[in-house]
């Protein structure tokens, strides 16, 4: 369903209620809350702007902000309730092969509460179902069954990023075979990472290659079967 929001219907714009509202309950917040952030202010005190979005009589303009933050930032969501007014964005060859041959269950998420921020690392901003409130502090548990070098990414409404694995902040990391806590500091200890801003889904992406420096750029990933590599996915729903 692709809408104009600024010719859409009373029928459309109740329907994108109903998803705000659900989306309301979900992240613990209210409907009007949702409409001040997507609107980008403060609702007038007085205006009955909650009844009239009920009803599908908000303004088509408002409609249009609010479809569009909820798209940008509660897709999956959207998604699970209304699949024709919110389609998921169409995946790319990287999103593709991940689906296929990405391993789960073996790359786990560690909370940590002792440890002093697309997610940073918080010794840089402070001297499971995967679930984690905004600010709190985790890790990683890696479970290899072949050792080499490893690489790690952190997705976000397609976006790709490189998240440091390295001891003193590099990109890359020995792995060994076994059980191992990811990323460390040059002790041996946890470094935690920490997602100040963006809630929603976020997908982490380990990949081990056996023989060779990984130099992956998943924007313009090309399966090649000639190269020997194993990837471990974790989706973790970060909330407010």
């Not at 990811?182 to 290659?209: C, K, R, W, Y």
Request: overall charge neutral; aromatic content about 8%; charged content about 25%.
């Amino acid at each position: 369903m692709d809408i104009d929001w600024l010719t859409a219907s009373k029928d459309e714009r109740a329907t994108l209620y109903r998803v705000t509202r659900v989306i309301s309950g979900v992240t613990n917040q209210s409907v009007e809350a949702i409409m001040e952030k997507a609107l980008g202010g403060e609702l007038f005190t007085g205006a009955d702007y909650l009844t009239n979005f009920r009803q599908g009589k908000i303004a088509r303009a408002k409609a249009k902000l609010i479809y569009a933050w909820i798209a940008e930032h509660h897709i999956d969501t959207a998604h699970a309730i209304e699949p024709d007014l919110f389609p998921m964005p169409a995946l790319s060859a990287w999103e593709r092969y991940l689906d296929k041959h990405a391993i789960r269950g073996k790359l786990r998420l560690v909370r940590i509460d002792k440890f002093r921020g697309i997610v940073q690392r918080a010794d840089s901003v402070q001297p499971a179902d995967q679930r984690l409130q905004l600010g709190e502090e985790f890790c990683f548990e890696l479970e290899s069954k072949t050792k080499g070098t490893a690489i790690a990414f952190q997705g976000y409404r397609g976006k790709w990023h490189p998240l440091p694995l390295g001891k003193n902040g590099e990109l890359s990391t020995a792995i060994i075979v076994g059980t191992q806590i990811l990323p460390q500091d040059t002790n041996d200890q946890p470094i935690s990472l920490i997602e100040m801003e963006d809630t929603g889904l976020h997908h982490f992406v380990f990949v081990i290659a056996q023989k060779r420096i990984l130099k992956l750029i998943p924007e313009q990933f090309t399966a090649n079967p000639k190269e020997k590599i194993t990837l471990h996915q974790i989706t973790v729903r970060f909330e407010s």
